[in-house]
């Protein structure tokens, strides 16, 4: 399994921007699928952007589509999820995570993940 390390999260004005970054341990990060989930406190935890290997496809839960971007960069082990005209409501802990599987919520979520970073949106 990689092991995930995520940054880039912060306090930021509603509609301001963020990029979070998450960085992967290991020589087979470009055979995993990523994902970007948040968790707010009492609820459910919500995926909100996946992209498969090779970037051959991407995903995005519809409360972030259109402002939210998600990209990776195999050369850096890295995956970005690039937040733009941000919300109170988006604010979370977002955490990556990686699945040798596929980028379904099931698969991802039973994969590594890293220990999250706080995005604070405030109005």
């Known amino acids: 399994q990689v092991q995930l390390v995520e940054s880039g999260g912060g306090l930021v004005q509603a509609g301001g921007s963020l990029r979070l970054s998450c960085v992967a341990s290991g020589r087979t990060f470009s055979t995993y699928a990523m994902g970007w989930f948040r968790q707010v406190p009492g609820k459910e935890r919500e995926l909100v952007a996946t992209?498969?290997?090779?970037?051959?496809?991407?995903y995005y839960a519809d409360s972030v589509k259109g402002r939210f971007t998600i990209s990776r960069d195999d050369s850096k082990n890295t995956v970005y999820l690039q937040m733009s005209s941000l919300k109170p409501e988006d604010t979370a802990v977002y955490y990556c995570?990686?699945?040798?599987?596929?980028?379904?919520?099931?698969?991802?979520?039973?994969?590594?993940w890293g220990q999250g970073t706080q995005v604070t949106v405030s109005s």
């Open positions: 992209i498969s290997w090779r970037s051959a496809s991407t």
């Open positions: 995570a990686a699945s040798r599987i596929s980028t379904t919520y099931a698969a991802l979520t039973s994969g590594s």
